[in-house]
């Protein structure tokens, strides 16, 4: 039919060129021709559903001008691209035409023959060329090929990633099995439905208790009450909440008692059956708070003697709280407060005893109270005090060397020396005998 059209329409193009050219120029015959290097594209790189134009140029060896036709086949699918197109050469000339096309992908074998209307003298054998091209696939329609697209179906995915580059509705293939995980019911190929599997693309889990990504079967804590597993012996390990009063078992004092999950003391009783949760000595019904132990209070005051004009240290920044922090200081001297840092600096002028009083608040508001003593001395009193404690040392001293066992035993030792002294010196001089 195709065919039909093209020599219908070539014969009703003859018929109105006849009426208009001199017919010196129907009746020249001679050869109309295509060569190798007459038609080529408007392109080197073919995209599928990318318009494409093609050129064809035909020459005339005759002293006359000529007229014809030129028609565009695609052969791979057996169809004309657009319409033919007229031509008119003059003698030894040329004369160029081109039409669009629309190229599907895939290789493709374009045609172009030239139809002259006077086929006198005409050479057949040069009227038909071929190209032959590849277009490139375009997936997602996006007008960049797939060669050179990136990601071929656009779904997001790059195609080095994509186990479905060409499906914009796939891109993972867990089990490879070929089917795609939105497609396929059993992601893992585990034998569990995705809507049954907690690990759906994980073959070797399929229940994830706590919910924490990792399965069961790799998971040291199931249930994720922070207790092993492996310590869970009267616990159930894959439940986080065995006696279900609303605790998780690893913050539970009591996991397996409904009734009780805190045990703020310590000492083995519930908070909700102990009298004193703080173990402070006050009852809970008499204590503004219940569950929270009162500052530690510690102090130091430095060196132990502490003497007028001098600055004093005292530091209570050691205070601290076991259930929170210290939260706020209060020295108070008498009714006035005369601090509120944790470290406190004075200077007496005055010897004597001054006692401070300092309350200690932690973070939840609860207060303890201690007493401080601080005895100051003059620097005359610490001279007298030192000159007495020298003279105390030397009459010890002395009593030690006066008195003392080796000093008794060296007395009478001395006293025989004197008397055997005192003897010789009495005793009468020997006469010597006369010879």
Request: charged share 25%; proline share 4%.
């Amino acid at each position: 039919m195709a065919k039909f059209k093209a020599s219908f329409s070539m014969c009703m193009l003859a018929l109105l060129t006849s009426l208009l050219l001199p017919l010196n120029a129907i009746a020249a015959g001679s050869d109309l021709y295509l060569s190798d290097s007459s038609a080529y594209f408007s392109t080197e790189y073919f995209v599928e559903n990318i318009p494409v134009m093609i050129y064809a140029t035909a020459g005339n060896d005759s002293n006359a001008d000529l007229l014809g036709t030129i028609q565009f086949w695609n052969n791979t699918t057996g169809t004309q691209i657009s319409s033919d197109q007229p031509i008119s050469v003059l003698a030894g000339a040329t004369d160029t035409v081109f039409v669009s096309w629309t190229p599907p992908a895939g290789t493709q074998q374009i045609s172009i023959t030239v139809y002259p209307w006077d086929y006198t003298g005409d050479d057949s054998s040069n009227n038909t060329i071929y190209r032959t091209v590849t277009v490139d696939y375009d997936t997602d329609g996006d007008g960049v090929g797939n060669n050179a697209d990136t990601d071929d179906d656009n779904d997001g995915t790059p195609d080095y990633e994509d186990a479905f580059p060409l499906n914009s509705g796939e891109w993972i293939d867990t089990d490879g099995d070929g089917v795609g995980n939105n497609a396929d019911t059993d992601d893992d190929n585990d034998s569990t439905l995705d809507t049954e599997d907690e690990m759906p693309t994980d073959y070797n889990e399929t229940l994830d208790t706590d919910g924490d990504g990792v399965g069961d079967n790799a998971d040291s804590d199931d249930d994720g009450d922070g207790i092993p597993d492996s310590e869970e012996v009267y616990t159930d390990p894959l439940d986080e909440d065995s006696d279900h009063d609303g605790i998780s078992d690893s913050e539970d004092a009591f996991p397996l008692d409904s009734e009780e999950w805190a045990d703020y003391d310590n000492d083995g009783v519930g908070n909700n059956a102990d009298p004193d949760d703080d173990n402070d000595g006050l009852n809970d019904d008499e204590d503004q708070y219940a569950t929270n132990k009162g500052p530690i209070i510690r102090i130091d005051k430095g060196f132990p003697i502490h003497l007028t004009g001098q600055t004093i240290t005292i530091d209570a920044t050691n205070s601290y709280d076991e259930d929170g922090q210290i939260g706020e200081f209060e020295w108070r001297e008498g009714e006035e407060t005369i601090s509120t840092e944790g470290i406190y600096e004075m200077t007496s002028l005055e010897s004597g005893k001054r006692t401070l009083t300092l309350t200690v608040a932690d973070d939840q508001g609860e207060t303890r109270t201690a007493e401080v003593d601080i005895r100051v001395y003059s620097k005359g009193f610490i001279i007298s005090l030192g000159l007495f404690i020298i003279i105390l040392l030397c009459l010890a001293f002395y009593i030690i060397s006066r008195y003392s066992p080796r000093a008794k035993q060296a007395k009478p030792i001395r006293t025989e020396v004197v008397k055997a002294v005192k003897a010789t010196k009495k005793a009468p001089a020997k006469k010597k005998k006369k010879a």
